[in-house]
């Protein structure tokens, strides 16, 4: 699985890490996180993720 990184602030997400304290389990894909996610550390929507590379 892909890592994505918030061009706003930075926050990188890891899908083996998931985003626990907002209720998405570890494994858990970006493509499918529900579609409300925001970045826990600035609030930006997916759409301002990009592939970390």
Do not use: H
């Not at 699985?1 to 990188?12: A, F, H, I, T």
């Not at 389990?25 to 590379?53: H, S």
């Amino acid at each position: 699985m892909q890592r994505y990184v918030c061009s706003v602030c930075g926050y990188l997400y890891d899908p083996k890490n998931g985003d626990p304290d907002n209720g998405v389990k570890p494994g858990t894909a970006f493509e499918d996180l529900p579609p409300n996610w925001t970045c826990p550390i600035c609030g930006a929507g997916k759409e301002a993720f990009d592939l970390d590379e």
